[in-house]
């Protein structure tokens, strides 16, 4: 059975970081690409940032400089770096892999069931 699961969420304070993480298990993890989404509540579940198989990022119009995407092929883990953190980016974040790339939730294969990051003022 194909597994993803994110941690690393949590609180914290406007301005600061936090570095979640996704380990997957089940599926041969280089031959997709991997992404970030989040959700808020009441908001649609939007893309965020995701990581081709080699690594590099691609994103849904213009990048979103705070966040990084990072993978791990050796350990079929991938990360996503924030930084300079506002209580707009509260949400619920979310793992997903796809075989293209892709931008569009409904076109990805897999997901995990979300960590939740609390931004305050």
């Known amino acids: 059975q194909v597994q993803l699961v994110e941690s690393g969420g949590g609180s914290v304070q406007a301005g600061g970081s936090l570095r979640l993480s996704c380990t997957t298990s089940g599926l041969r993890f280089d031959n997709y690409y991997m992404a970030w989404f989040r959700q808020a509540p009441g908001k649609e579940r939007e893309f965020v940032v995701g990581a081709r198989r080699g690594g590099t990022m691609f994103y849904k119009g213009s990048k979103m400089g705070r966040f990084t995407i990072s993978r791990d092929n050796a350990l079929n883990t991938v990360t996503l770096q924030m930084s300079n953190l506002m209580p707009q980016d509260t949400a619920v974040y979310y793992c997903?892999?796809?075989?293209?790339?892709?931008?569009?939730?409904?076109?990805?294969?897999?997901w995990g069931q979300g960590t939740q990051v609390t931004v305050s003022s």
């Open positions: 997903a892999a796809a075989r293209e790339e892709f931008t569009s939730r409904s076109l990805y294969d897999y």
